[in-house]
Each structure stands twice: as structure tokens, then as C-alpha cells.
């Protein structure tokens, strides 16, 4: 090989070797480059065009850091977010629905927000909401910063509530407020066009059992663990009693169909195409309601049917790892900041700020659905922040589905339910001794 030959590659050899330093010292924040930032999340439907506009605009507005976003689906992501903080290898900054908190922080994987909030005079902890903040503590520290409360809540067909005359004195849809009056729409909406003996149209559709079931249980004064923790009571009167309204409206009453005819795709399109007026499910799935024109879908309250007013809610909180390199803390907790100041932004694509001051706007007044279903803050609710809440969570599932698709009775559901929670909650105590 010639001399120029070999002082070619030498050179080239060099180049690339200071081009992978430089990457190094960027990547990590400690060179002159811009400090780069992990950020992942569940978003990968509309919501994740939202976030990743936002994550733009702060690249855009801080030259220092670069902030990248892996999205990947709910059902492995918190899996591999967990894997990932064992080895030391989690994203700098990352979401945690505030039911799944408890896991993560026990594991020691989250970093407190006290002295970051401390040293920051402008951020203002007292405009969240109480009920989102303090879900988002333990043990004194702060763990997590609301990012956005995502409750259950009623859509409605605009048109055909009043075609059928379910109108307030001036003539506008009415939805449903009361058990009795939820009861009479379903009655009067429930039609047989052509008289073939099968329904052409629902009062209300069923999607997300466990989400309803959670709330109407909760309205009968419902719980799924005694005060101390220390008791699982899901088999309760209160539970029992939500359980049975369900089972009857749906297996005795046949005002709403089963869950083995209509599973959650078949009950969301049914209302989507009008062959459905009204269903219960989370202010997130307004984007896919966006799609539609012509602005006939409305948004409000659960209807009330037991003694107390609830709705079960959920929190996407934004967490910084508690690996974090400290020369990097900086910007994620600029980049954390960032995002709950445009929780308006995150807000348009279906959710409610867990601030009260953006709330407070004239631009969320304008967005309607979300407005109304921030009616029902005062008395939200989480499913238990506890480590077994996967196991709790899917113990309940399965004694819904028995109990509606008629293949056991309420009682016997719950009981068997109870059971198997009981032994999860066992077993955790063994792995804390």
C-alpha cells in the first residue's frame, strides 16, 4: 500500500474516531455538544403527534438539548421501562400512569421532585389540582408531575337525543343526569326499525367494562381495599350492588347489548356510525371523534346512578429516572416544565389539564367535551396505587366478564375475585419480609 494510501486511512481513522468522541461527549451531556434527552411514552395513537409537536417546539426553543421520543404500546411499555431501570439504561424522562406509580417507586427508580421544586420559585405546585398532586407522593416526596387527568365520562349523539326528545326547556340534548333518567333514555332510545326481532339502535353501548364498573362501584360507595390496605374487600355490599345494576341492565333488562355480542371495537363504532346514542369511556378517545364532521357528538358526566357522584380517572405523570446523570438533570427538568406549561396543547388532543389555572382560560372553555368532562374533577378517583395492581386489576377483569356474560353470578364473581387478590397480596408481603 502507498504512503498516500496509508496517510489516507490514518486521517480518515482519526476523523471518525473524534466524530464517535464527539457523539459520546454529546450523548451524554458532558461535552460541548447539546445534552441529549430520553423521553418515552405510550402515545402511539393520535396523542403521540401531539406530544411529538411538542417535543419540536422545545428543541426548537432550547438550542442546548435535543430531546428524542420512543413511543411504544401501553401492553409491553411498562415492562420494558421497568427492564430498562434495571439495567441502568432508562430514558431520562418518562411517563407513569398514576395507578403504576406505587411499582416504581418502590423499585427506587424515580427521582424526587423536592428540591427541584424548591429551587424554582416560578413553578407554581399549587395550581395542580389536590387529587392528581398528591396521588403523585409518597412517603413526603414527589414523584410525579401531573401532566394531565384523563377521566371516564358519557358521549352522546347530539341529533338523535333530540330527535327523541330527550331536549332541556330550550330545546337542547339533554343527557342523562340521574339513574332514572339514564334508565328512560335507554327505554326510549332502544328501537327495532324493521321489526326483524333484532335491535338497529342502543340507548348506550359498553366499551371499557372495568373503567364503568369502576365508577358505578365507587358511586355505591365502593372500594377495593379496606383503609388500612391491609384487606382486599372487592366482594363488598357497595361493590355487589354496582356489579348487579350492570348484570341487570344488561342480562334482565336487555337495554344494553352483551359483552359476547359487542366487544370494545364493535360498541366504539356502533356509536361512531349513530346505530348507538350515547357510551362511557375516557376523554382521550375524543381525537378519534375529531375525525368525524359536523360537531354531533357531545361530551358530560357520568349519569349518577348510586347514591354519590365518582368517575374513575387515570394521570399520565411526567418522571425523571432517579439514575439520572446529574449533568443532565438540568434540561430534563426543563424539558418536564415544558410540557406541563402547554398542558393546553397536550389538552386539544383529549385531555384535561390537572392545572386549574389553563382551565380557567377562554381557549379550554372552547374545547367542550373536555370542559364538561372537567365537571366531574371534584370527585375523581384512581384505581389503588399498590404493587400487585396489575394482578388486582386483572382478577377484576375476569370477575366482570363472568358476571356479565351471565356464566356466574355477581357475588360469585367477586368472591372468586377477592380470592386470587388476596393470594397476590400474600405473596407481595413474602417478597417485602
Not at 91 to 111: C, K, M, Q, S, Y
Not at 204 to 222: E, H, K
Not at 340 to 362: I, K
Request: with cysteine; charged share 20%.
Amino acid at each position: 500500500m502507498s504512503a498516500h494510501l496509508i496517510s489516507f486511512f490514518r486521517r480518515s481513522c482519526v476523523a471518525v474516531l473524534f466524530a464517535a468522541l464527539a457523539m459520546i461527549a454529546g450523548c451524554d451531556g458532558l461535552g460541548g455538544g447539546k445534552t441529549q434527552i430520553r423521553f418515552w411514552n405510550g402515545f402511539t395513537g393520535p396523542d403521540g403527534q401531539t406530544m411529538l409537536r411538542l417535543v419540536r417546539q422545545f428543541n426548537q426553543e432550547n438550542s442546548d438539548v435535543n430531546v428524542t421520543m420512543q413511543r411504544m404500546a401501553w401492553g409491553t411499555y411498562y415492562n420494558k421501562l421497568f427492564v430498562a431501570n434495571l439495567g441502568r439504561r432508562s430514558p431520562e424522562v418518562f411517563i407513569v400512569h398514576t395507578d403504576t406509580l406505587n411499582r416504581f417507586i418502590r423499585a427506587g427508580f424515580l427521582r424526587s421532585y423536592n428540591d427541584l421544586i424548591a429551587d424554582t420559585p416560578d413553578f407554581d405546585a399549587d395550581d395542580f389540582d389536590r387529587i392528581p398532586w398528591n396521588a403523585a407522593q409518597h412517603e413526603g416526596g414527589q414523584y410525579g408531575i401531573p401532566l394531565d387527568v384523563h377521566m371516564m365520562g358519557m358521549y352522546y349523539n347530539k341529533a338523535l337525543l333530540k330527535e327523541y326528545g330527550i331536549v332541556d326547556a330550550e330545546g337542547n340534548p339533554c343527557p342523562p343526569q340521574t339513574k332514572e333518567e339514564f334508565i328512560g333514555a335507554l327505554e326510549k332510545l332502544k328501537q327495532d326499525f324493521d321489526n326483524d326481532g333484532k335491535v338497529d339502535q342502543w340507548g348506550a353501548v359498553f366499551t371499557t367494562y372495568r373503567s364503568i364498573l369502576f365508577s358505578v362501584m365507587r358511586q355505591y360507595g365502593g372500594r377495593f381495599l379496606s383503609d388500612d390496605g391491609e384487606t382486599c374487600v372487592i366482594n363488598s355490599p357497595e361493590n355487589l350492588a354496582g356489579l348487579e345494576f350492570m348484570v341487570d341492565l344488561i342480562r334482565e333488562k336487555g337495554l344494553a347489548p352483551p359483552p359476547e355480542k359487542f366487544d370494545y371495537f364493535d360498541s366504539w363504532i356502533s356509536f361512531r356510525r349513530g346505530n348507538a346514542v350515547m357510551t362511557f369511556d375516557g376523554v382521550y378517545m375524543l381525537a378519534d371523534l375529531q375525525k368525524e364532521k359536523g360537531g354531533q357528538f357531545g361530551g358530560a358526566p357520568i349519569p349518577q346512578i348510586g347514591p354519590n357522584p365518582a368517575a374513575y380517572a387515570n394521570s399520565h405523570n411526567l418522571c425523571i429516572s432517579s439514575s439520572i446523570n446529574p449533568k443532565k438533570l438540568d434540561a430534563a427538568w426543563r424539558f418536564v416544565q415544558f410540557l406541563s406549561e402547554h398542558s393546553l396543547d397536550w389538552a386539544e388532543g383529549g385531555q384535561v389539564p390537572a392545572r386549574a389555572s389553563f382551565r380557567q382560560t377562554e381557549r379550554f372553555h372552547q374545547m367542550e367535551i373536555q370542559c364538561q368532562f372537567s365537571r366531574e374533577l371534584p370527585y375523581i378517583f384512581y384505581s389503588p396505587n399498590v404493587p400487585f395492581v396489575f394482578e388486582l386489576i386483572g382478577e377484576f377483569d375476569i370477575a366482570v366478564e363472568q358476571a356479565l356474560r351471565g356464566n356466574c353470578s355477581p357475588q360469585e364473581a367477586l368472591d372468586t375475585a377477592t380470592r386470587k387478590v388476596e393470594e397476590a397480596m400474600a405473596r407481595n408481603r413474602e417478597q417485602q419480609e
